[in-house]
């Protein structure tokens, strides 16, 4: 196929036909999709390889992302009723050196403390009934986690 631009006629296009002996419009067709076949394998193996593996995660990962995210919640609503003096970030922070997660670990854990800390930090301005209660069913639930991921999963 040839291209051809004029500024005076705009574009043209024209096509030259293979004659059909030496294997012709059927030989170009093999030959585009043995091409287009080493161009998919190329590119599957380029991606495939390029990307990192991820690690498997533990049993008890789901249980220390909620475990996580409810240390964020306590993180906010503690001070705001005055209910303690537990420094729950700092107490998160020992948790993620004691687990050893790998990079993508400690990113959800940590991600999922701070998501737990924005969603009392949107509703919650000052201490109510409701914010008392949210922090006594928080602190159940945290102990009960916590348990759960000691008795079946430490070593």
Known sequence: MKLTVSPNLGATCS????????????????????????????????????????????????????????????????PLCNAGSEDWRAQMAELIALDEPDEDRRQRLAGAFNGGYTAFSRFHKQCTPASRTALARLMDEAQKLAREIHTRFAE
């Open 15 to 78: 096509v030259r036909h293979l004659p059909l002996d030496g294997g012709g419009w059927v030989g170009v067709w093999a030959r585009s999709r043995s091409i287009l076949a080493c161009w998919c394998l190329s590119a599957f193996l380029a991606f495939s390889l390029a990307s990192p593996a991820h690690a498997i995660d533990p049993l008890y990962q789901r249980q220390m992302e909620r475990l996580s995210e409810i240390m964020g919640s306590l993180y906010f609503l503690q």
